[in-house]
């Protein structure tokens, strides 16, 4: 079927599936779930196909991240579709508000190719325990995983509730130029501003969730030897290709040449064949031109170095400027560090680079972390850790600015998907509010004064 013959049939349904109970959406969500666990080695081999990803990463990226959406939304859907109750001011004694979330109505989910299980299936999750239809655009640049994705949720759900549209950059056109009622988009801000602007034609509601340059910060009170471990696990996670990569650190001069040294055993005694590779020949090439712009600005290689390719060894880069490796999102295996003399000058760095999707920060000093906090704005934080937020479905995940727009996981996901509708029901027959419209007198000035002062 054609993106415009998916759209009517799910337009069409879009209303019995918004008047769907909890449980109807926890059973295709339960549904979903164990269709995914069926097909973990098919998963596996999809991602190993796309760019070499090792099957336990895949577990633990991809599908175990989609299974704890999965048990969560199941746990606690029940509650989330509840009307709230809400507080009554004076002026409207007598009155009951409450807020429901209802259903947005036609989904659009347009994921990347680097987590393409995981964020696709998460933010699908949220869309049907909110009461939508979806349709799911995956990314070309993972064939495989964009195959394996279309057989799941063929095998699942109805075209008139979910379906996969695969193709390139001209069905991705065709797809924005649809009147949905929300977009769910992850990936680059470039292509996010395409989003953005092909949603307002229809005044669509957005979620952006795109990427920048997420910092690590290591104040001089931090365990040196614990951020260098955390920070290259989490630089090498998906040979870097990943939107909450570790991009760049920054190291108080006290502690760099300790840094620096434990960053270089960790990379080269984690650098094994059995890892994730480039996912593009051309994705190599810009990140080789990203290290040799680092070294052109007199940046010194730690370890690792150019690679031919599409696999290549982790680099690792010092210097005090780095050229283009400090102005794009490197999304890659390279890790430029930067040494700073004073927490002033940390975060006038990270500030000259807009509102990173995530901040990371390695430090004992409790007023050292309050600075940090203050003086900076992220779509999340990390402490003494790195990308493990990803992982607690309770937090909202998403950016801020350049980084990105709205929030996943959890109710947050819920809430992406959902209209929280205000009701408001007059239950007595006589408002106070009615005793302050016209005629006016001075009882009533005397009332409206009342309102001011104490309401």
Not at 163 to 168: K, R, T
């Amino acid at each position: 079927m054609t993106p415009q013959a998916i759209f009517d049939l799910q337009k069409n349904n879009r209303a019995r599936v918004a008047a769907t109970a909890a449980d109807e959406r926890i059973a295709k969500i339960h549904r979903l779930e164990h269709v995914i666990l069926s097909r973990r080695k098919e998963i596996r081999e999809a991602m190993h196909t796309d760019f070499r990803k090792p099957a336990q990463e895949v577990d633990l990226t991809e599908i175990y991240a989609i299974v704890s959406e999965t048990r969560h939304a199941r746990r606690h859907l029940r509650r989330w579709m509840r009307s709230r109750r809400i507080r009554t001011p004076l002026t409207l004694f007598g009155s009951k508000s409450t807020v429901l979330h209802e259903p947005k109505g036609c989904i659009l989910i347009i994921s990347p190719w680097n987590f393409p299980f995981n964020l696709t299936f998460g933010p699908l999750v949220s869309a049907i325990a909110a009461g939508n239809t979806a349709i799911l655009k995956p990314s070309e640049m993972a064939p495989a995983s964009s195959a394996c994705i279309r057989r799941i949720v063929e095998e699942v759900f109805p075209p008139e509730e979910a379906a996969v549209v695969e193709g390139g950059r001209e069905i991705g056109e065709t797809l924005l130029e649809l009147p949905f009622d929300h977009i769910f988009f992850t990936g680059s801000a470039a292509v996010g501003r395409v989003v953005m602007r092909a949603a307002a034609e229809h005044l669509t509601s957005v979620t952006l969730e795109l990427g920048g340059k997420s910092p690590v910060l290591v104040d001089r009170s931090a365990d040196v030897k614990r951020a260098a471990k955390r920070v290259v696990w989490g630089k090498l996670v998906n040979s870097g290709q990943a939107c909450i990569s570790p991009d760049y650190v920054l190291v108080h001069e006290a502690v760099r040449d300790e840094f620096v040294a434990h960053v270089k055993h960790e990379v080269e005694r984690r650098h094994v064949e059995d890892r994730a590779i480039m996912v593009s020949d051309d994705h190599a090439v810009r990140v080789n031109r990203l290290i040799e712009s680092a070294t052109n600005a007199g940046g010194s290689i730690v370890t690792g170095g150019c690679f031919e390719g599409r696999d290549g060894a982790p680099t690792v880069v010092t210097g005090s400027t780095m050229g283009s490796a400090m102005e794009e999102e490197i999304f890659g295996p390279l890790l430029p560090i930067l040494a700073f003399a004073s927490l002033d000058e940390a975060l006038r760095m990270i500030g000259e680079r807009g509102k990173p999707l995530v901040l990371y920060v390695f430090a004992d000093d409790r007023d050292a972390i309050d600075t940090i906090l203050a003086g900076t704005s992220a779509g999340g934080t990390v402490i003494n850790h790195t990308m493990v937020h990803f992982y607690q479905i309770n937090l909202p995940f998403g950016g801020v600015g350049e980084s990105g727009m709205g929030r996943g996981h959890g109710f947050h996901g819920f809430q992406a998907f959902s209209n929280p509708r205000g009701i408001l029901e007059q239950r007595m027959k006589v408002s106070p509010i009615e005793w302050i419209v016209p005629p006016y007198s001075a009882w009533k000035d005397r009332f409206i004064d009342f309102l001011l002062k104490w309401t």
